[in-house]
């Protein structure tokens, strides 16, 4: 049974940061596409960063580029998402998605899906 679990969220002020993490259980990680979306309240799912299988690809929104980093460690089957200098519009559920076939920036391109995990910014 394939499981990906996200921890690392919590509530911080606007400037801080947090590191999220994406471990995964019944799926060897190196061999997918490992991606980040988040739901704000009201809003629609939206994609937020993505590795390659590689490690050599990754990619982000717009709007999180040279705030966020992506990254894996092959060892620990997990992936991360480093988040600097969070604003409040970056609120909202995150989660970790992974797909053999390569990244993409849509969500149903993804057969496999973590629970999320709060990401709260606020003053």
């Known amino acids: 049974q394939v499981q990906l679990v996200e921890s690392g969220g919590g509530f911080v002020q606007p400037g801080e940061s947090l590191r999220l993490s994406c471990v995964a259980s019944g799926v060897t990680l190196d061999y997918h596409a490992v991606g980040w979306f988040r739901q704000a309240p009201g809003k629609e799912r939206e994609f937020v960063a993505a590795i390659s299988s590689t490690g050599n690809g990754k990619y982000y929104q717009d709007l999180v580029k040279g705030r966020f980093s992506i990254s894996r460690d092959s060892a620990k089957n997990t992936v991360t998402l480093q988040m600097n200098s969070l604003k409040p519009e970056d609120t909202a559920v995150y989660y970790c998605?992974?797909?053999?076939?390569?990244?993409?920036?849509?969500?149903?391109?993804?057969?496999?899906w973590g629970q999320g995990t709060q990401v709260t910014v606020s003053s």
């Open positions: 998605v992974a797909d053999a076939r390569g990244w993409s920036e849509y969500a149903s391109r993804y057969d496999y």
